[in-house]
């Protein structure tokens, strides 16, 4: 939070920022607030902290003190903010890991009409006697909704909150007029104190910027390279900053925050009559959208202007509103028009050198006169738009002639592009039909755009054109139709009337505030008070999380003389190396060194994976060499100066059909098959065959890939410390790659940022190049990703393309399925085959299907090689099994959940691998969605609502799970922990998995805390190999010795402590581990207080020659129902209710597995409906940041989110009988994607066009706009793809 004295209002005004975007010498004056200014656990936490942290706010911990802040500042301003408030300050925040609900939670304790049930403003409320009592859940009293206890809180008292330092009010109170400079190594900044100053400055530096928010300055430095030497600071012009207003306008000075902006647009409206804010409403519509809060708090009105973006929200509102700019040079001023001349950078429009914006005049709307604004991006918040619009009409006094019109558009070109050829040719147009067709072909006309152009989507930026424009047209008419508005109709009835079923195009998705509530099951009344098992207990780093007082890996202080290191990476897909010229590199200040292959005295990784490459390139993003320097920006540009030549090589694969064709496969085909499926084809009522198309997946943990190793002076040893979901595999590939023994290296993890399965294999290699490093320099070394190398580097989810045919009954059951699907594995093995393997062992899903064939493949590819991600491969591959069943729902003309139902297991049964299961679970899971989710009733009011509007739909999807949990293989289960008791009774816990965010230490410690079970058999196991020395069959943990758990203390994974660890992944984490911790020791028997828990793991097992096994430990049961309401004409979409159904058996602490439920779900969504990754034709990855991959925000939580544990069932076979969740609620997400499906194809009935049409996945604002095809889709031109070299190119 920066706090500033405005020198307008003379009040402090305090507001949240993006910290990297912050130059330190734009803070001067300014107070600065951190998360550990605000409170910590070792002085006085502050409420905010306290609430996200018991509210369970916290998984990682990563996001926690950006959240924190962002609250904080908002309690700052408004002590009792309303939800909407608390909405808009978080909506800049992102989360990968809990799905945002719980944090909201936190937040609204907070507010002013918040009452902490979740249900209020649906007139009940959970703790209502009744509502549990009649829970279906059951139906049993023992169902809690409380995951925290509120009237634990302490109150919020702002006269406790730090004040803004007394010398700061002084200097402001004051200021210095002098002019300040500071010098940096490259740059000079200066801040003159007056006006006149700044102006003579400029006439000395004309090519000097000038510098405010630097939201757009420091984005382009970073990833364009723009580099300025002097910068020119007018933070200190209280003159930039001046609002006044006239009759006929309001003029806002230049250096007014768009937050600020904001808030005086929003004053003006509601001072003045509707007819003159026109341009302000609309400016305002796109201010509420425009970023998220902290950007908005730092843009200025004058930067967003000048920065003249294709993508500005605001110029387009401003230019056809007759915006004029007011000048300012030493010559004096000038007021030039915000016109399409002024935004195409014409220089006889545009600023001369030495002048500077001073301030922007708006003027009112008049009578006749409306203006509108648009705008569609990939999600609702925090996004730019692919096209926004401004519009603005005027008519002849008292009629529907058209007087005057402008239109604006940007997105579709390099500028702002005013459509001023068309308007011109519909003045004195009557506002009807006609004209909008005629409106709509020529616009088409002007603001062409080519097939290539830069951003794709050509065809649906075409489509939004055209299909604002028509939204357009609806307002005014809707607005001209007002009784007593016009004054003479000339012709009466050619009026054109609106049908009521139209009216919806008109209104925007509102950002709402979500509900919902979470039902899990009470432990038994029974269970000692003390035993923490099947509670709802806090993250064990959750206060530390808030405080920010929680160490992740790059929070480790340096330590001496350690230097940086940045990775050189191919710019070619598939090449040979003909040289690496590092001369200049290493002529700059502050580089040590550049590491390459040459310097791996050991194993420089496998033959066809390589940790640096040697000889040639297999993808964009391959690692070539590694730039070791001083300092993080040395090193960052001496990797600019490494020059490397390529010599291109034939064959360069990128998509899955290019794959195929070359036959590039990284593996053997994986099959699974049962029954005879060419017979049943033969006997079946009828067959479809589709495709479908599934995106890949970015992992998107907020800590990127880090990594700190220290070499120690003796006998070669290592410390490294390293953010891995996979300590050991990190220790064996640095031992290798160093050629010393695997003792001599000890890896910690403390906590992870997020991993998703992004942290396994990755950070051997990283961990490995900075070892070498180490070696070879003798230094410790830090090598740290930003998120643009993390995104380039590392690979994602697989992509996948599946083939499906299906024949089927005309009851709509299932007879016979066959699928084949490959999935695009990049240019290197990692965990592809696996991957495939559980596709294949996974797609099933729910549903009983006699003859079955399952066919998987993963496709070599120039592409950064793909890995594991939550899930591995399921959410991918039931998409498929699950779009067979909507097809065959349509062509049965059945609702898809009766075919769901009539296709699910329903008793004791056999896996297509032959392994039995009891789907009891699984029914009782989809019963109590239908049921909680009055699904069949909503489906009436959904097909009511769609009758109603023809250009909004909604759609309703029910989707089942079987979710296998753990790998086919026993070694993969294996687990230790190792246990120590002071004799103070303190207990020290260590054991093999990594704490992720997911909580398994806390989970660890709740199990720890219990005794254990008397059929496990426990381990003193001896270094490698885990030699069986006792077994030993006393409870160490705390019921015995009474230890709570506060007693006991877990403080890292380390390969010295516990060895040979698996890598904490596949939901599998706590019951392994788990069963290591729950050990035998001694105290009683006099034995050791030391004790290692060996657990020997699941027996699973897979004959794929057979094609029989017992691969997976056992299964995790859920539903999902999801209904949406789409936007036909943009293909935007409002989340309106999700319900899950979950069965997480005897939940070990309710609300560490309902977080990670919607934190998967949540991640489901953004897999499947906005986050997309694009390649360019020549393999680069364009997506490599917020700007351009959307993960989901707060404002994606479906309104209403009901999160349900089923009543425990037993699985005797896992610890305490709990499951294992961690990945099985990322295919739940689909439920939003079928939902979308079905809206869609509502609106395709309706429209006559074919009901059945490629599913492709995300289904994107462009996907659904293109698949509601209508007369505007049918206008735009088409181009011949031969025609043009297609700006991206889709991988799957
Ligand atoms: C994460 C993020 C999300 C964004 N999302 C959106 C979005 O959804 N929609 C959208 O429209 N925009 C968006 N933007 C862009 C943002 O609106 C602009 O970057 C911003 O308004 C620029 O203002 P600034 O004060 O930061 O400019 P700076 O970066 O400080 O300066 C930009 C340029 O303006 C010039 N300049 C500034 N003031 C003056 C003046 N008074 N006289 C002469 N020249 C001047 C400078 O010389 C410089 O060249 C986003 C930006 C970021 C970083
Ligand atoms: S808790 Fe939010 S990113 Fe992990």
Not at 396 to 419: F, K, P
Request: net charge negative.
């Amino acid at each position: 939070m920066v706090s500033k004295h405005d020198p307008v209002s003379r009040k402090i005004r305090h507001f949240s920022v993006t910290a990297c975007l912050v130059p330190i010498c734009s803070l001067y004056g300014a107070a600065v607030t951190t998360v550990e200014g605000v409170g910590s656990i070792k002085t006085r936490l502050h409420p905010v902290q306290e609430r996200i942290a018991k509210s369970h706010g916290t998984q990682c911990g990563f996001c926690t003190p950006g959240m924190v802040m962002s609250m904080y500042t908002l309690l700052r301003n408004h002590p009792q903010p309303s939800e909407e408030q608390l909405m808009e300050a978080l909506g800049g925040n992102l989360c990968r890991c809990t799905g945002y609900r719980p944090i909201l939670e936190s937040g609204r304790t907070f507010c002013a009409e918040s009452s902490g049930c979740q249900q209020k403003g649906r007139g009940k409320c959970c703790l209502d006697q009744g509502e549990n009592a009649t829970s279906s859940l059951g139906g049993e009293s023992d169902i809690c909704t409380e995951l925290f206890a509120k009237d634990e809180f302490q109150p919020l008292d702002p006269t406790q909150e730090l004040i803004f330092p007394p010398e700061l009010l002084r200097m402001a109170e004051n200021p210095e007029k002098r002019t300040l400079t500071f010098h940096g190594e490259r740059v000079t900044w200066i801040s003159p104190g007056t006006l006149k100053d700044l102006l003579e400055l400029k006439v000395k530096h004309p090519d000097a910027p000038l510098i405010l928010g630097n939201t757009s300055l420091g984005p382009a430095k970073k990833s364009q390279g723009h580099f300025h030497p002097v910068l020119l600071s007018p933070a200190r012009i209280s003159e930039l900053s001046m609002v006044s207003t006239t009759s006929e306008g309001l003029t806002i000075g230049a250096g007014c925050s768009l937050a600020q902006v904001k808030d005086i647009l929003a004053g003006r409206v509601s001072e003045l009559p509707e007819e003159k804010t026109q341009t302000y409403r609309a400016l305002l519509k796109h201010l509420k959208r425009l970023a998220g809060q902290q950007i908005r708090n730092m843009a200025s009105l004058g930067g967003h202007i000048m920065s003249r973006h294709c993508y500005s929200d605001l110029n387009p509102v401003l230019a056809v509103g007759n915006t004029a700019l007011n000048l300012m040079s030493k010559e004096g001023t000038r007021q030039i028009p915000l016109d399409r001349d002024f935004l195409a950078g014409l220089a006889s429009a545009d600023l001369k050198p030495e002048e500077i914006l001073e301030s922007v005049y708006i003027p009112h709307s008049q009578r006749w006169e409306f203006v509108s604004a648009f705008r569609q991006a990939q999600c609702q918040q925090n996004a730019l738009a692919d096209v926004t619009a401004g519009m603005r009409v005027l008519f002849q006094e008292g009629t529907d002639t058209i007087e005057d019109l402008s239109l604006a558009y940007g997105g579709v070109g390099d500028a702002t592009i005013s459509a001023q050829k068309s308007c011109q040719q519909l003045l004195g147009r009557r506002w009807n039909e006609p004209m909008l067709d005629e409106a709509c072909r020529l616009l088409l006309d002007e603001v062409s755009l080519p097939g290539g152009a830069p951003g794709g989507s050509v065809e649906f930026k075409r489509t939004l054109v055209v299909s604002f424009f028509f939204k357009f047209y609806l307002e005014v008419l809707q607005e001209l139709k007002k009784p007593g508005k016009l004054l003479s109709v000339p012709d009466g009835h050619h009026f054109p009337e609106i049908s009521d079923r139209f009216l919806s195009a008109l209104e925007d998705f509102p950002a709402t505030v979500p509900q919902g509530v979470q039902r899990y099951q009470s432990v038994d009344s029974h269970q000692a008070l003390q035993d923490p098992v099947g509670r709802p207990i806090m993250h064990l780093s959750g206060l530390k999380h808030a405080t920010g007082e929680a160490i992740f890996c790059d929070d480790i202080p340096t330590v001496d003389k350690e230097l940086f290191m940045a990775l050189v990476t191919s710019t070619r897909a598939h090449a040979k190396i003909i040289s690496v010229d590092l001369s200049k590199a290493l002529e700059l200040p502050g580089v040590v060194d550049v590491i390459t292959a040459e310097d791996i005295p050991g194993t420089n990784g496998a033959e066809d994976d390589k940790l640096l490459a040697v000889d040639k390139v297999l993808c964009v993003g391959q690692i070539v060499c590694a730039v070791v320097a001083e300092t993080e920006a040395q090193a960052k540009r001496a990797v600019e100066e490494t020059k490397i030549a390529y010599e291109d090589l034939e064959p360069v694969i990128f998509t899955i059909e290019d794959a195929i064709k070359h036959s590039s496969f990284l593996c053997p085909e994986k099959k699974l098959e049962q029954g005879n499926v060419e017979k049943a084809f033969e006997e079946v009522d009828q067959i479809v065959e589709g495709e479908v198309h599934v995106g890949g997946q970015e992992h998107f943990y907020m800590e990127t890939q880090r990594v700190l190793v220290i070499p120690k002076t003796e006998d070669k040893e290592l410390d490294i410390y390293v953010s891995t979901q996979d300590p050991a595999h990190v220790q064996k590939t640095v031992s290798s790659t160093l050629n010393i023994p695997i003792n001599r290296i000890t890896c910690h993890v403390k906590r992870v940022g997020g991993g998703f399965g992004g942290k396994v294999g990755r950070p051997a290699v990283l961990g490995a190049i900075a070892a070498v490093g180490a070696n070879k320099t003798g230094y410790p070394i830090r090598l740290v990703l930003d998120r643009e190398d993390d995104m380039l580097i590392t690979g994602g989810r697989h992509p996948l393309f599946g083939k499906y045919k299906v024949g089927f009954m005309n009851s709509g059951r299932i007879r016979a399925l066959d699928i084949e699907c490959f999935i695009n594995g990049g240019c290197t093995l990692d965990d592809s085959e696996l991957v495939t393997e559980f596709l294949i062992l996974k797609m099933e899903n729910a549903y009983k299907i006699r003859n079955l064939r399952f066919r998987g493949r993963a496709c070599m590819t120039n592409l950064p090689s793909n890995t594991a991600f939550r899930g591995f491969g399921f959410p991918q591959g039931t998409l498929v099994t699950e779009s067979c069943i909507t097809a065959v729902a349509a062509k049965c003309g059945l609702l898809p959940e009766k075919v769901r139902e009539k296709n699910m297991y329903k008793t004791v049964d056999k896996t297509i691998y032959k392994q039995a299961f009891n789907p009891e679970p699984l029914i009782r899971c989809w019963n109590e969605c239908l049921d909680k989710s009055s699904f069949h009733s909503r489906r009436m009011q959904v097909a009511e609502f769609n009758k109603k509007n023809y250009w909004r739909k909604r759609g309703l999807a029910v989707v089942p799970m079987k979710f296998s949990v753990g790998f086919a293989a026993t070694s993969f289960h294996q687990a230790a922990a190792l246990v120590h008791i002071y004799t103070d009774g303190s207990v020290l816990v260590t054991h093999g998995g990594n704490e992720l965010g997911q909580g398994i230490h806390t989970k660890m410690l709740q199990k720890a805390e219990v005794e254990k079970s008397p059929h496990v058999q426990v381990l003193l196991g001896q270094g490698q190999g885990f030699r069986t020395a006792v077994a030993v069959e006393t409870p160490v943990a705390s019921r015995e010795l009474k230890v709570p758990m506060s007693h006991m203390h877990i403080c890292e994974t380390s390969t010295a402590t516990v060895p040979n660890t698996i890598a904490t992944a596949a939901s599998i984490g706590s019951d392994v581990n788990g069963r290591a911790v729950q050990i035998e020791a001694a105290f009683e028997q006099r034995i050791s207080l030391s004790a290692t828990g060996y657990f020997r793991g699941y027996e699973a097992f897979m004959d794929w020659e057979k094609g029989e096994g017992d691969p997976f430990p056992y299964y995790v049961y859920g539903a999902a129902s999801s209904e949406v309401e789409v936007d036909c004409l943009t293909g935007a979409h409002k989340k309106i209710r999700t319900d899950i159904v979950m069965d997480a058996c005897c939940s070990l602490n309710p609300a560490i597995d309902i977080g990670q439920i919607e934190g998967s779900f949540t991640q489901g969504m953004g897999l499947y409906t906005t986050e997309e990754l694009k390649y360019s034709p020549e393999g680069v990855l364009y997506s490599r940041g917020p700007d351009d991959y959307k993960i989901p925000t707060i404002t994606d939580v479906p309104e209403e989110f009901n999160v349900s544990l089923l009543p425990s069932s037993q699985t005797p076979l896992t610890i305490y009988s709990s499951k294992g969740l961690g990945e099985s609620g990322m295919f739940l997400g689909s439920s939003v994607f079928f939902a979308i499906a079905d809206a869609v194809a509502t609106a395709r009935r309706e429209r006559d066009i074919a009901e059945d049409f490629t599913v492709r996945s995300p289904a994107t604002p462009e996907r659904v706009r293109m698949a509601c095809a209508d007369r505007f889709t049918e206008m735009i031109p088409r181009d011949d793809p031969k025609t043009f070299k297609p700006w991206s190119i889709p991988i799957a």
